[in-house]
C-alpha cells in the first residue's frame, strides 16, 4: 500500500532530463516535416507563432505566469519527499475561494478586497493540500493517493457550486459563475491579449521560494527529506510537522494560480477552466528537476512549446493536437533513466 | 561419495569498500553429508555462500556443480536467509507454497500437505496467518517448510538455529541430517555455535578474514580446539598509545538502563561496548537506545532525564549524537554535497536573519574539515568520497554536538586498517572531552581496542559486563559462544 | 431508478484492470486513455469492417500494446509509473483527434448504422460477461498459483526472486490484462452508444482508481464499489435539473468516502506496526 517506497528518485540524472526534451521536440518536429501541409512555413509558425504579435505574447507571458506556479507548487511537494497529484482540485478550489470572496466584499474595498480575494484562493487551495499533509502526519496515508482522491472528491463538487443559485449566471451559454466587479479585477497589462497584473506577482514569488527553499534553514531540511528521508528523520527532522507544511505550501500555490485565473483572466469562474494547469505543473517541475530557480526556464519552453503547437494546429498546419504530443513524450520520459546512473556507493554495507 | 559443487580457488572483494570477503577459498561439497560453516562475524561465510548458490560472481575462481545441477529452487539449490524475504499481504500458507509447480491453488490441500512436511520438522505453524503478523521465527520454519517441497540437492542455511530453542534447533538439525542421508542431497549450515556443529555436522569448515582457515571433522576436533581456531589467544588486541584517564567514580552517570535487554550505568569519559553474534539483539538493542523502536521492557535515562518514550529528536535535544550503522541512508545523505551533510544541527545557527549563507556554510565545513582532518570540497557529493572519509565526516558531524551521549553502532564496518585506527582516535578523543560512549559491536577485537569496559549481549541479557582490562579474546569469545 | 448498465459494465472491466494491476505492484494510472482509445478503436475498426470479431480483436490489441509500452517504460527504462502513464494519457486522445481529422474530417463524433448492445432475456450481455469477469478475476487472484505469484510480486520482490520467479513477466502481464480491459471497457462504451464521441470516457478510467481502493482491493466488493459509483453518476444525471439539490455533494462523495476508507486502512495498519515491540529472546 506504499507505492512511494518503490519509487526511483526524480532528482538523479541531468542529462536525462536533456534527452527527454529533445526527445520530445525532435518528435514534434519530424511529425511537423512528415505531415505539415507546407512544411518550412509550419516550421516558422511554430517557432515565431509565440511572439508573432503582442496578443501572441501575452497570452505566452499569462500562460507561463500561472504554469510557474504550479510548476513552484509541484516542486515545492516532490522537492521534500511529499507527492501531490492533487493539483487539479486545489487550482479549482482556490478559484472559487477567490469567487467567493469576490461576490462577498463589498466592491468599494478596492485594492484591499482584490488582496482579501487572492489570500482566499490561496487559503482554500492550501487547506485541500494540507489536509492530506495532515492524514499523513496523524495516520501514514500515503499522500499520492489521498491528494489525487481529496482532488477527485472536490472538482464536481466545485462543478455543481458554478450552477448554484450561490454563484449561477443567468443566459450564458458557457457554464459559468456571475462576473465579480470590476473592482476586483486584475488590469489588464497587454489588451487585447490575457496578461494581467496578478503577473507581476510571480517572479517575486520565485524569489521569495527561490532564497526560502535553497537559503533557509526551513528550505535546506525540507531538500534533506526530499533526498534522504531516513538521514533526515535521524537528524531529529519531524517527519509530522514536514509533511504537513509542504503539502500545505504547494496546495497554497495552486490555489493563487486558481484565484489569479479567475480574478484576472475569467473575472468569473468558469467550468474546467483549469483543466489541465496541475498535471503540466507537474511536467513542468520535473523538467526542473524540483528546482525552484529552474521553474522559471522549464515554465517558459513548457508553454512556448504548447502555445506555438496550438498555433501550428489552429493555422491548419497540422491536423492534430501537436503540443499534447509533445507534452506526452516529455512525460514518459521525464523520470526514465535513460543515463545510467552509478550507483554503487548507494548500498551502504558490505 | 560422489562430489555435488567444487569451490576452486573463489576470491570475492566488495568494490564499495574494497574489503577482500573471500579470498582464495577451496573445498568440496560431497553428497550425502552435512558441512558446518563456523566463523566469527565478517569473516566471509555469507558470502562465500552467496557465492556458491550462484547470487553472486567470483572475482577470481569458479564454482562448478555436479551435472543437473544449477542455482536456483528449481534446479536445486537453495539458500535460507536468517530472514528471508515476505509479502506482508499473503498467509503463511500461500508464503510456503509460492513458486511450486501446479495450477490451481487449493487452501486445505496445501495446509494438508504443509502439515506433513512440517512435522518432520518437529514445527508447528499456523498456516492461517497473515505474514506480518507472524513473526521472523515462523517465517523462517514456513521458508524452510517451502523449500523443502521443491526436489533440492543442496541446502544451505544460514544460522538456521539462531532464534530457536535448544530443543527446536535439535529436531531441525536431526531433519535435515536425516534428510542428508535419505536423498543423498548435501546441506550447509552456518552458525555460531560450537556444540551444533560437533554434534551434527559431518564436517566442520572455520573461516577468518575470508580465508578457509580449518576444514576438520568432529572426531578430530573439540570445543577447546575450535574456540582456540576463531578467538586465537595469540592474537593480542593492540594497547592505544594514549590511554583514558580513569573516571571518578563519585561523578553521576549519564546514561542509564534499567530492567531492559542490556543494563548498564554509564559516566561522562567511559566507552562502554557492547558485543553480540548475530540474532542476539543487537539490531534492536541500536533501535532502542535511538527511539526508532519502544523499549520492549525497562527504563532508559540520559542525564537524569527518563527517555523510555522519547523520540529520536527528543533524544537528540537531550544530547544525543548516534553514528548508525546504516551510514548511507541513516546516517548520510548520499548524493547532497558534504555541506549539507555536516549541518543539519547547525542550520538554525548558521542563518543569522533567517538566511543560511554559502559563505558561513562553507566555512563551517571547512572548520570541521581542519579540526578533524576530513576530506572533500564543501561542494562535492558525499557518494564520492571512500567509506572511511564518509564514516569521519559522519563521526566529525556528530562529535562537534558536544554530546552527553555518543553512540556509535558498527563504526568500523567495510573500513580498512588505518581508517579504523583514525576512528578509534577519534573516539577516543570524544570520550576525552565528556562524551559517554557506547559503541555497539559484532567486533570483539575492535571493542578491546577502544573501550574501557566491555559487556557481551546473549540470551536476552547483557553477561559479565567489566573493564576491558579483565577481558581478553580469548575470555570474550567464549564469553559470546557461551563456553565457559 | 433502474439499475445503471451502461455505466456499471465499463467501470467495472476497467476496475478490474485497475485490481490486477495494482495486486501486481504496478498501478495503472493510464487507464483512463486506454478506455478512450478503446473506445474509439471499437467504432473505428467496426466502420471499416463492420466485422465484430475484427473489432474486438483491434481493441485487446490496443490494450495491450499501449501497456506494453508503459511496461517498457517503467520496467525497462525504470521511469515512474505514474508519470510515464500520465504521459500515455495524453498521447492517446491527440493520436484519436489525429486519426479521426485524418480519416472522418473531424474530431468530434462519429456515428455507426447500429448500436450493439446483445441482449439475453432483457438482460445486457455485456453486464453479465462483466460480473463473470469480476468472479474469474477473484478466481484468478485467489485460487491459481499465478494468482499468488502476482500477489506476490506486487508486495515483496525479493520473495518472488528468492522463489526463482520474473518479477517483471508477472507485472508486464499484469499490466497487458489491465490494459486490455480498460480497452474493452471503453468498447462496450462505445459499441454500446453506437457512436464515438469526443471525451466518452469522461472520467471513467480515474473513477475506476477510486473504485479499487473503495473495493477495498479485492473483486467482489469492488463490485459493489462500482455500483454505487455508477448509482450515483445516474442520480446525478437525474438531479441535473433540480439545483436546489447538491448534485456534486453526490459525485464527490465516492471519492471522499475512499479518502476515509484508505485513512481508516493505513492508520490500522500503522498500528499494528507500532504495537509490536521486539520481544526479547532468551
Partial sequence: MNPQAKRPNPLIGFASTAIALAVALGTTVVLLLLFGSDPAHALTSFFGGPFSSSLAWGNTLNQTSLLILTGLAASVAFGSGSFNLGGEGQIYLGGLGALAAALVLPPGWGIVGLGLALCAGVLAGGVWGGLSGALKARWEADELITTFLLSAAIIPVVDSLITSPLFASAGSYLITSRKIPHEFWLAGLLPPSNLHAGALLVLPLVVVLGVLISSTPWGYRLRLLGRSRAFAHYTGISLARYSLLPLGLSGGLHGLAGALGVLGTQHALVQGFSSGWGWNGIAVALIARTNPWAVVPAALLFTFLDQAARTVVLQGQFPFQLSALFQAAILFFITAQLVPVARRKLRGKP | ?484 | MSLPFDLFTPLLLAALGALLSERAGILNIALEGQMLGGAFTAILVQQLTGNLALTALAVVSFGAATSLLLAWGTLKLKADPFIAALGLNLLIPAVIGWVSFSLFGNQGVIRLNEAFSPQLGGVKLTFVAALALAVVVHGVLFHTSWGLQLRASGTSEDLVASRGLNSNRLKTTALVLSGVLGALGGAVLSLNLGAWVQGISAGKGWIALVALYLGLRRPLPLMAACLLLAWTQQASGFLQGLPELPQGLLLGLPSLVTVVVFVITSATQRGRQRKSAKPISR
Fill in chain 2, 1 to 484: 561419495m560422489a562430489v555435488l559443487a567444487t569451490l576452486s580457488h573463489l576470491s570475492k572483494t566488495f568494490p564499495d569498500n574494497g574489503v577482500r570477503a573471500v579470498d582464495d577459498v577451496s573445498l568440496e561439497l560431497n553428497e550425502g553429508e552435512v558441512l558446518a560453516l563456523l566463523g566469527e562475524n565478517g569473516a566471509g561465510k555469507t558470502t562465500l555462500m552467496a557465492l556458491l548458490a550462484g547470487l553472486l560472481a567470483p572475482d577470481e575462481g569458479e564454482v562448478f556443480l555436479a551435472s543437473g545441477l544449477s542455482p536456483g529452487l528449481a534446479a536445486g539449490i537453495a539458500l535460507v536467509q536468517q530472514h528471508p524475504p515476505f509479502s506482508p499481504e499473503l498467509h503463511l500458507w500461500e508464503h510456503a507454497i509460492l513458486g511450486l509447480p501446479g495450477r490451481h491453488l487449493e487452501k486445505k490441500e496445501a495446509v494438508v500437505t504443509l502439515n506433513a512436511a512440517v512435522a518432520r520438522w518437529g514445527f508447528q505453524l499456523d498456516w492461517h496467518q497473515l505474514c506480518r503478523d507472524a513473526g521472523p521465527l515462523a517465517l523462517q520454519k514456513a521458508t524452510l517448510t517451502a523449500f523443502f517441497l521443491h526436489p533440492l540437492r543442496l541446502l544451505i542455511l544460514d544460522e538456521p538455529t539462531a532464534a530457536l530453542g535448544p530443543h527446536e534447533a535439535e529436531t531441525l538439525l536431526e531433519g535435515v541430517r536425516a534428510w542428508t542421508r535419505e536423498t543423498q542431497a548435501c546441506a550447509v549450515f552456518v552458525t555460531h555455535k560450537l556444540a551444533e556443529s560437533l554434534g551434527w555436522a559431518d564436517r566442520i569448515a572455520v573461516m577468518r578474514s575470508g580465508r578457509l582457515e580449518a576444514l576438520t571433522t568432529p572426531a578430530h576436533t573439540s570445543l577447546e580446539h575450535l574456540s582456540q581456531l576463531l578467538f586465537p589467544s595469540g592474537l593480542a588486541a593492540t594497547v592505544p598509545e594514549d590511554p583514558l584517564p580513569p573516571v571518578e567514580a563519585t561523578l553521576p552517570p549519564v546514561f542509564v538502563a534499567r530492567g531492559t535487554r542490556a543494563d548498564f550505568s554509564l559516566r561522562a569519559g567511559e566507552i562502554l561496548g557492547l558485543t553480540s553474534l548475530r540474532g542476539e539483539g543487537a539490531e534492536d538493542l541500536e533501535e532502542e537506545l535511538t527511539g526508532l523502536s519502544p523499549l520492549p521492557e525497562g527504563q532508559l535515562f540520559l542525564g537524569g532525564t527518563d527517555v523510555s518514550q522519547h523520540s529520536i529528536a527528543g533524544l537528540r535535544r537531550l544530547g544525543l549524537s548516534y553514528v548508525p550503522s546504516d551510514r548511507m541512508g541513516r546516517g548520510s545523505s548520499p548524493h547532497s554535497p558534504l555541506a549539507s551533510n555536516v549541518i543539519p544541527y547547525q542550520a538554525t545557527r548558521l542563518a543569522p536573519g533567517g538566511i543560511l549563507r554559502r559563505a558561513s556554510v562553507r566555512g563551517y565545513f571547512r572548520s570541521l574539515a581542519k579540526r578533524f582532518s576530513l576530506q572533500g570540497e564543501p561542494g562535492q557529493k558525499l557518494v564520492t568520497l571512500s567509506g572511511g572519509n564518509i564514516q569521519k565526516l559522519i563521526l566529525a558531524r556528530e562529535m562537534d554536538q558536544g554530546p552527553r551521549v555518543l553512540l556509535l553502532a558498527e563504526p568500523s564496518w567495510g573500513l580498512d586498517l588505518e581508517a579504523r585506527r583514525e576512528l578509534y582516535r577519534l573516539i577516543r578523543l570524544a570520550a576525552r572531552k565528556g562524551s559517554a560512549v557506547v559503541i555497539l559491536s559484532s567486533e570483539p577485537q575492535e571493542l578491546l581496542e577502544v573501550c574501557t569496559r566491555i559487556g557481551v549481549l546473549r540470551a536476552g541479557r547483557l553477561q559479565g559486563e567489566r573493564p576491558t582490562s579483565q577481558w581478553s579474546l580469548e575470555s570474550l569469545g567464549r564469553e559470546l559462544l557461551g563456553v565457559s
